[in-house]
């Protein structure tokens, strides 16, 4: 059996942003609240909304303090702002951020926020909802669902119920005729994947299939039209309607794991057919000095009996450190906007740290052989696992991206132009696919229980196995040059007493 909930009206169609005033009067409803963002006040959307239902003889007042990913904080304000007005209803205008926003402005009522996340279900009904869209791609006017960040935790926390669904949906495509290139293109993609989503769902119905297929054909064939022809009307509908049809039922039988395990039944798939492909390709038409074939040109993998090398360990170590901090970069990305850093810096950082070094000593780590090329590593690891007990939150994190971003460059670029010295003979596609995605869950669920902690105690964990594998090899090898030493020393004088007689 299937449960659907959808809003009670929806109105849909260019220019029925008109019709807002005739929509709330026919619900009665007449002093909203508009909660935005500053973009949209100072576009002239809020000021168009404003004159519509002032004409219309209501009293509305506008909160314009949203920001992007909703905070805590920001929807306390929101709360304040409203209790100052006598208003019933509150009218979402613009994205996913501020529609959200709306829902949890709307619902919350002198709660806690963490109190209503999932899986609370909040079913009672707050302030009736008005969802105004200007983006194709969030979904938020249809669904039952808002996310909160806790900007203390950086936690993103999830609230459903049906609480938060849209009273009414006012979806005007010509909204959005003004989105730039990249902003259509990143909804639109939202937008599909949300119909990929419901229709590989396992709790999948008549109903929801034929939204979520009407979802991809709307949208498939006319996004990249949007992207290179903003103006296009007819494309612009076609994307709107499609992010509506795709809402309309990701919210009741959208099924993320369901997704998750079909697309990792694809990259097995996948990896299967490159091995069938390596094992067929001709050793001729390989690299110069590329033994193994592609995957042995590649990332740090997981070269047969490598990790039984303890000379290897930094090396191999320092090819997954960026696993972790993959897994991390929401918790950057909220570092940066509380830093008023733009996110786009600490990103070229990063990738500053991890190519920088090696493009620029290329010829000198070539000529590295394995040990200085371990020994570098391990330094690198252990820097990043100092910066993580010496320096205070959050600039560990900061620490850690350059140091062990440096060490995977390090890693990468000694592996990719030595392949020959570097051990990567016998390296498994299959084995380095599966162990990279095990270990990207992994290290993502550390991040999701423990947040910046577990992201810094996993860095640093690295960073004390690889010198100490180092200095094991090292050890190891010492002793053993010893032994070797002592086998070939020739055999002490002894002296002879026949001479001398008595």
Same mark, same amino acid.
């Given at each position: 059996?299937?449960?659907?909930?959808?809003?009670?009206?929806?109105?849909?169609?260019?220019?029925?942003?008109?019709?807002?005033? +005739?929509?709330?009067? %026919?619900?009665?409803? &007449?002093?909203?609240?508009?909660?935005?963002?500053?973009?949209?006040?100072?576009?002239?959307?809020? +000021?168009?909304? +404003?004159?519509? /239902?002032?004409?219309?003889?209501?009293?509305?007042?506008?909160?314009?303090?949203?920001?992007?990913? #909703?905070?805590?904080?920001?929807?306390?304000?929101?709360?304040?702002?409203?209790?100052?007005?006598?208003?019933?209803?509150?009218?979402?205008?613009?994205?996913?951020?501020?529609?959200?926003?709306?829902?949890?402005?709307?619902?919350?009522? $002198?709660?806690?926020?963490?109190?209503?996340?999932?899986?609370?279900?909040?079913?009672?009904?707050?302030?009736?909802?008005?969802?105004?869209?200007?983006?194709?791609?969030?979904?938020?006017?249809?669904?039952?669902?808002?996310?909160?960040?806790?900007?203390?935790?950086?936690?993103?926390?999830?609230?459903?119920?049906?609480?938060?669904?849209? /009273?009414? %949906?006012?979806?005007?495509?010509?909204?959005?005729?003004?989105? #730039?290139?990249?902003?259509?293109?990143?909804?639109?993609?939202?937008?599909?994947? =949300?119909?990929?989503?419901?229709?590989? &769902?396992?709790?999948?119905?008549?109903?929801?299939?034929?939204?979520?297929?009407?979802?991809?054909?709307?949208?498939?064939?006319?996004?990249?039209?949007?992207?290179?022809?903003? $103006?296009?009307?007819?494309?612009?509908?076609?994307?709107? @309607?499609?992010?509506?049809?795709?809402?309309?039922?990701?919210?009741?039988?959208?099924?993320? *794991?369901?997704?998750?395990?079909?697309?990792?039944?694809?990259?097995?798939?996948?990896?299967? %057919?490159?091995?069938?492909?390596?094992?067929?390709?001709?050793?001729?038409?390989?690299?110069?000095?590329?033994?193994?074939?592609?995957?042995?040109?590649?990332?740090?993998?997981?070269?047969?009996?490598?990790?039984?090398?303890?000379?290897?360990?930094?090396?191999?170590?320092?090819?997954?450190?960026?696993? #972790?901090?993959?897994?991390?970069? *929401?918790?950057?990305?909220?570092?940066?906007?509380?830093?008023?850093?733009?996110?786009?810096?600490?990103?070229?950082?990063?990738?500053?740290?991890?190519?920088?070094?090696?493009?620029?000593?290329?010829?000198?780590?070539?000529?590295?052989?394995?040990?200085?090329?371990?020994?570098?590593?391990?330094?690198? @690891?252990?820097?990043?696992?100092?910066?993580?007990?010496?320096?205070?939150?959050?600039?560990?994190?900061?620490?850690?991206?350059?140091?062990?971003?440096?060490?995977?460059?390090?890693?990468?670029?000694?592996?990719?132009?030595?392949?020959?010295?570097?051990?990567?003979?016998?390296?498994?596609?299959?084995?380095?696919?599966?162990?990279?995605?095990?270990?990207?869950?992994?290290?993502?669920?550390?991040?999701?229980?423990?947040?910046?902690?577990?992201?810094?105690?996993? =860095?640093?964990?690295?960073?004390?196995?690889?010198?100490?594998?180092?200095?094991?090899?090292?050890?190891?090898?010492?002793?053993?040059?010893?032994?070797?030493?002592?086998?070939?020393?020739? *055999?002490?004088?002894?002296?002879? =007493?026949?001479?001398?007689?008595?």
């Amino acid at each position: 059996m299937a449960a659907i909930h959808l809003p009670r009206t929806i109105r849909i169609g260019g220019g029925v942003l008109n019709e807002l005033p +005739e929509v709330l009067a %026919a619900a009665g409803l &007449s002093r909203p609240l508009i909660v935005t963002d500053s973009w949209i006040a100072g576009c002239g959307v809020l +000021e168009r909304v +404003e004159a519509l /239902l002032v004409k219309a003889g209501m009293k509305p007042r506008s909160f314009t303090g949203v920001v992007p990913d #909703p905070t805590v904080s920001a929807i306390e304000a929101g709360c304040a702002f409203l209790s100052e007005g006598q208003h019933d209803c509150v009218i979402g205008l613009g994205g996913g951020s501020p529609i959200d926003s709306a829902k949890m402005i709307a619902v919350l009522q $002198g709660r806690a926020i963490p109190s209503l996340k999932a899986p609370h279900q909040e079913d009672a009904p707050g302030l009736p909802i008005i969802a105004v869209p200007t983006t194709a791609g969030t979904g938020s006017e249809a669904t039952r669902f808002t996310i909160i960040t806790d900007e203390a935790t950086d936690e993103k926390m999830l609230c459903a119920g049906l609480a938060y669904l849209p /009273l009414i %949906a006012v979806v005007d495509y010509e909204l959005t005729l003004t989105k #730039p290139a990249r902003l259509t293109a990143d909804t639109g993609i939202d937008s599909l994947v =949300h119909a990929i989503e419901a229709y590989v &769902s396992k709790r999948a119905n008549p109903f929801a299939d034929s939204m979520a297929l009407s979802a991809m054909r709307l949208i498939w064939p006319n996004l990249p039209t949007a992207c290179t022809d903003p $103006g296009n009307r007819a494309a612009r509908e076609a994307l709107m @309607l499609g992010a509506l049809c795709a809402a309309l039922v990701l919210g009741d039988i959208g099924d993320l *794991p369901a997704l998750a395990a079909r697309l990792g039944v694809f990259v097995i798939v996948v990896a299967l %057919a490159l091995i069938a492909l390596q094992r067929g390709a001709d050793a001729a038409l390989r690299a110069p000095g590329c033994r193994a074939g592609l995957f042995d040109c590649s990332l740090p993998a997981w070269p047969v009996g490598a990790w039984r090398d303890t000379l290897q360990w930094p090396t191999l170590l320092a090819g997954l450190a960026m696993l #972790p901090m993959m897994a991390a970069l *929401p918790l950057m990305a909220a570092w940066c906007r509380a830093q008023a850093i733009a996110p786009q810096t600490m990103v070229l950082l990063h990738l500053a740290a991890m190519f920088g070094p090696v493009l620029i000593w290329r010829r000198t780590i070539a000529s590295w052989s394995p040990r200085v090329l371990s020994a570098v590593c391990a330094l690198l @690891l252990a820097a990043g696992a100092a910066i993580v007990a010496f320096i205070s939150a959050p600039y560990d994190l900061l620490g850690l991206a350059l140091a062990h971003g440096a060490a995977w460059g390090i890693a990468w670029g000694g592996q990719l132009w030595a392949p020959a010295r570097r051990g990567q003979q016998g390296t498994s596609p299959l084995r380095a696919a599966a162990g990279y995605a095990t270990l990207t869950l992994l290290f993502g669920l550390v991040v999701e229980q423990f947040g910046a902690r577990g992201v810094g105690a996993t =860095h640093a964990l690295l960073g004390v196995i690889a010198p100490v594998g180092w200095l094991i090899s090292s050890s190891a090898s010492a002793f053993a040059a010893a032994a070797a030493a002592r086998r070939h020393e020739p *055999p002490a004088a002894r002296p002879d =007493h026949r001479a001398g007689g008595r």
